[in-house]
């Protein structure tokens, strides 16, 4: 079964910021593929945020099957170590790199669990590299990033309890520009109550009781562009 992924635009500036932190990760290891995952705040399963290099069958493993192993597990319980395949005995031999990741071209790479400011696991970040060895700086550039991915997954994962729709989505972006009602009606082609009654809803959703305490949280949570 696919991984559930967000819809395209649905967290914009925080994917926007995760993919650049990846590509500039990149260009200092030579990662060629990785992938940043959230904590779904209703289901607790990891999904994917932002990702490249990665097949969706892929991106459906590491986010599935790769998560429940209990050596992951055990590995991702421990807060924002990288560990790479030379640093597990018998992985690089083992079933799962034989089988999956050989195959599809990597010969090496990492996964970390990333915490939120709670403590509390937020989100994974998988990186694969195509070449045997682990490059010298490595460990320090992914030392480097472990705190701005974990703020990046756990935003994202506090956004994700609040479940809007598509139309409430649309609304809240219009209420975020500073449109009134009328506007909005005219623009989406709605009547007046539905539109109030769309705002009653999200403002039921996001806990606020105004507008302006809405659109402070959906830029607090990514759920509109500025």
Same mark, same amino acid.
């Given at each position: 079964?696919?991984?559930?992924?967000?819809?395209?635009?649905?967290?914009?500036?925080?994917?926007?910021?995760?993919?650049?932190?990846?590509?500039?990760?990149?260009?200092?290891?030579?990662?060629?593929?990785?992938?940043?995952?959230?904590?779904?705040?209703?289901?607790?399963?990891?999904?994917?945020?932002?990702?490249?290099?990665?097949?969706?069958?892929?991106?459906?493993?590491?986010?599935?099957?790769?998560?429940?192993?209990?050596?992951?597990?055990?590995?991702?319980?421990?807060?924002?170590?990288?560990?790479?395949?030379?640093?597990? !005995?018998?992985?690089?031999?083992? $079933?799962?790199?034989?089988?999956? +990741?050989?195959? &599809?071209?990597? @010969?090496? #790479? /990492?996964?970390?669990?990333?915490?939120?400011?709670?403590?509390?696991?937020?989100?994974?970040?998988?990186?694969?590299?195509?070449?045997?060895?682990?490059?010298?700086?490595?460990?320090?550039?992914?030392?480097?990033?472990?705190?701005?991915?974990?703020?990046?997954?756990?935003?994202?994962?506090?956004?994700?309890?609040?479940?809007?729709?598509?139309?409430?989505?649309?609304?809240?972006?219009?209420? !975020?520009?500073?449109?009134?009602? $009328?506007?909005?009606?005219?623009? +989406?082609?709605? &009547?007046?109550? @539905?539109? #109030? /009654?769309?705002?009653?809803?999200?403002?039921?959703?996001?806990?606020?009781?105004?507008?302006?305490?809405?659109?402070?949280?959906?830029?607090?949570?990514?759920?509109?562009?500025?």
């Amino acid at each position: 079964m696919p991984v559930p992924e967000p819809s395209p635009g649905a967290y914009p500036s925080t994917s926007r910021r995760a993919r650049q932190l990846l590509e500039l990760a990149s260009t200092a290891v030579p990662f060629c593929a990785w992938a940043l995952g959230y904590r779904d705040a209703q289901s607790g399963v990891m999904r994917p945020l932002v990702h490249t290099g990665y097949r969706p069958e892929m991106i459906e493993f590491i986010f599935g099957e790769l998560g429940d192993l209990p050596l992951t597990r055990r590995l991702l319980a421990r807060t924002g170590t990288p560990y790479f395949w030379e640093d597990i !005995a018998g992985f690089a031999d083992g $079933p799962v790199a034989r089988e999956v +990741l050989r195959p &599809s071209g990597f @010969t090496e #790479g /990492t996964s970390m669990s990333l915490r939120g400011t709670d403590g509390r696991a937020v989100g994974v970040a998988h990186l694969s590299l195509a070449e045997d060895r682990v490059p010298a700086n490595a460990r320090a550039v992914l030392a480097s990033l472990t705190e701005a991915l974990g703020e990046l997954a756990e935003t994202t994962s506090r956004a994700s309890g609040v479940l809007l729709t598509p139309r409430e989505r649309e609304v809240l972006a219009l209420v !975020a520009k500073g449109r009134t009602n $009328p506007q909005i009606c005219a623009e +989406l082609v709605l &009547s007046r109550s @539905t539109v #109030g /009654t769309h705002i009653e809803h999200i403002l039921a959703k996001m806990g606020v009781a105004t507008r302006v305490e809405a659109v402070a949280r959906a830029f607090a949570l990514d759920l509109v562009d500025p």
